[in-house]
């Protein structure tokens, strides 16, 4: 086989299995029961996962327009998985901030550098926005490198983020693509 769009299929899913492992291995404080519920995303690619951070984003950001117990309901979630997420920042940061982002990428918005919102907010305009980011992102792998860039930021984001929504969110219509 000397195809080479056949070769370059299988380097695309040679790097996507190296990477769920590297996710494995980066989260080794799941148990068996854990990693059977929150599987999902180390299936998902790239372009996947980054879709998974953005609505989340959404999510985190989207406020009711009336008052009735169903929209006061959906508020309450809201600001549980806000909560959820805000008190799992020491593991999704792990020492590093907003602030260690390239330069070149945050340059022209203003993110609170300890906030897991305002984390989830920056790689939703990126990638909502992906036309305005470095070169290097831009383009046909690009998802995979901006989604690996901020992996090797900021390794436990996917996992724990999945795990606060899941918990929260699991039966929100946008959930639905992510279970």
């Known amino acids: 086989m000397n195809d080479p769009s056949f070769t370059a299929l299988l380097d695309l899913k040679k790097d996507d299995v190296h990477r769920k492992l590297r996710c494995l291995l980066t989260n080794p404080n799941f148990s068996s029961e854990e990693l059977e519920k929150y599987y999902p995303p180390i299936c998902w690619d790239s372009e996947k996962s980054l879709d998974f951070l953005c609505l989340l984003s959404e999510r985190l950001s989207w406020r009711p327009l009336e008052e009735s117990p169903r929209y006061r309901a959906a508020e309450s979630r809201r600001q549980s ?81 999945y795990r606060a929504a899941s918990g929260i969110c699991a039966r929100e219509s946008w959930f639905a693509n992510f279970r």
């Open 81 to 161: 998985l806000r909560r959820e997420l805000e008190s799992r920042k020491q593991q999704i940061f792990n020492g590093k901030s907003v602030d260690d982002i390239d330069q070149n990428l945050t340059q022209e918005s203003q993110y609170d550098d300890e906030s897991v919102k305002d984390l989830l907010r920056f790689v939703r305009n990126k990638w909502w926005h992906r036309l305005q980011l470095p070169e290097q992102f831009v383009g046909g792998d690009g998802g995979r490198l901006f989604y690996d860039y901020l992996h090797g930021l900021f390794p436990d984001l996917l996992m724990v983020s």
